[in-house]
């Protein structure tokens, strides 16, 4: 049987040690704040905003509520951002994504102040990835190098395989697998023959959005096997990207859908929160 690698346990401890962490701060007087900016009612996007505002609550951290209506302007947006860079007790500033049609995502990314970019989406937190210098990373990937370090999965020297090359999940990705000193490879939907690539992977990180894409055929014997995706299937079920029967009895360790990698990119938004109010907060 696989290794289940159980995101629920990694992230509520990575919770836990952030909690004593904001204890310790608060201890020294230093309050952490998060602005949560939500434009409309997309209900899951409301539901992902809960379950930040939650996680913040257990964690210490206060968070700063924006809920705006559909109709707010890009302008009004960005005074709200303006607002939030400005306010010496705001370490973080969370624009729940999408936003509507008529709000260009590029400029409200760019208008966030590098310094409380938690979400790790502005082009210089991207750079700086990319040429290796602190800088907050996107959720979603950091967490899932936290889920293979803290299962005692090592990456170095390893074959990696990125499918997904998005700018918020398969390129950090790829990049931070480098950064582990893993070789690594992506592939999108121009890749030749994906089934060869991805069975030459000794960990395969599968974030296409499609439900249950990759069967057995496409993983090595023996592979890590990690699962972005997230879907709902017709009886409401959750699911991945990985048919998780057919491919668990081949891997040597596997995330499951629900309580894989979802868990951890609310967690690793919480660590940023707390790394940029100890590397900026006054
Ligand atoms: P995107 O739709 O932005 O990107 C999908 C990527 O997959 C693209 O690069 C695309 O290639 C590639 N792709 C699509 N079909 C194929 C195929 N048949 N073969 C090879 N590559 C393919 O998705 P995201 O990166 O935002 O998300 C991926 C999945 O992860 C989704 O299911 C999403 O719900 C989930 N997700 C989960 C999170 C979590 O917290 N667990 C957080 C974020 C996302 P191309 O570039 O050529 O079009």
Redesign the pocket.
Known sequence: MPQIIDGKRISQEIKDELRDKVAALKEQGKEIALAVIQVGEDPASSVYVRNKKRACEYIGIKSLSYEVPESTTQEELLAIIDECNKNPECNGILVQLPVPKHIDEDTIIRAIDPKKDVDGFHPMSVGALTIGEPGFVSC?PAGIIQLLKRSGISIEGKECVV????N???KPMALLLLRENGTVTI?????KD?REVTKRADILIA????PK?FDASYVKEGAVVID????RNENNKLCG?VDYDDVAPHCSAITPVPGG??PM?IAMLMNNCVESAEMFGE
Request: net charge positive; aromatic share 4%; proline share 0%.
């Open positions: 979603t499918v997904g090359r998005s918020i999940v398969g592939c999108h939907s121009r890749t994906l974030a296409i959005g499609k894409f972005v995706g997230i879907h990207d990698v979802g990119t």
